[in-house]
C-alpha cells in the first residue's frame, strides 16, 4: 500500500508564495513521475506541473513562471513553490505519483490541499 500525504495548504494574499509538500510513503520500489493537479468548484481537475525521475519538468501555461515543482528522490517526495499567487489559483491542490510497488506500476494520488488566494 502507498499513501501520499499533503502538506503547507492555506490562505494567502494576491501576490504571496506558499509551498506545497507531498511525501508517498509504504511499500514502495520506485517512484517515476510526480507531479501536483489541482481543481475548483464546478471544474474539472487539471494539471498544474510534473516532474520526471530525472528532473524534467512540465507546467499548465498558466502557472509558468511563477510556479516552481521539485522533488527528492531519496525521500520519494515533491514539492511546489508557488510565487506571485492570484485568486484563481484557489483550489484543492492534489498531489500525484507512479509508483512502482509489489503490486506493479500504479497511479496514487493525495487527499488534497485547499489553496485559497483572497485579500
Known amino acids: 500500500q502507498v499513501q501520499l500525504v499533503e502538506s503547507g495548504g492555506g490562505l494567502v494574499q494576491p501576490g504571496g508564495s506558499l509551498r506545497l509538500s507531498c511525501a508517498a510513503s509504504?511499500?514502495?520500489?520506485?517512484?517515476?513521475?510526480m507531479g501536483w493537479y489541482r481543481q475548483a468548484p464546478g471544474t474539472r481537475r487539471e494539471l498544474v506541473a510534473l516532474i520526471t525521475r530525472s528532473g524534467t519538468t512540465r507546467f499548465a501555461d498558466s502557472v509558468k513562471g511563477r510556479f516552481n515543482i521539485s522533488r527528492d528522490n531519496a525521500k520519494n517526495t515533491v514539492y511546489l513553490q508557488m510565487n506571485s499567487l492570484k485568486p484563481e489559483d484557489t483550489a484543492v491542490y492534489y498531489c500525484?505519483?507512479?509508483?512502482?510497488?509489489?503490486?506493479?506500476?500504479?497511479?496514487?494520488w493525495g487527499q488534497g490541499t485547499q489553496v485559497t488566494v483572497s485579500s
Open positions: 509504504g511499500s514502495i520500489f520506485v517512484t517515476n513521475n
Open positions: 500525484y505519483a507512479y509508483v512502482m510497488s509489489a503490486s506493479g506500476w500504479s497511479d496514487y
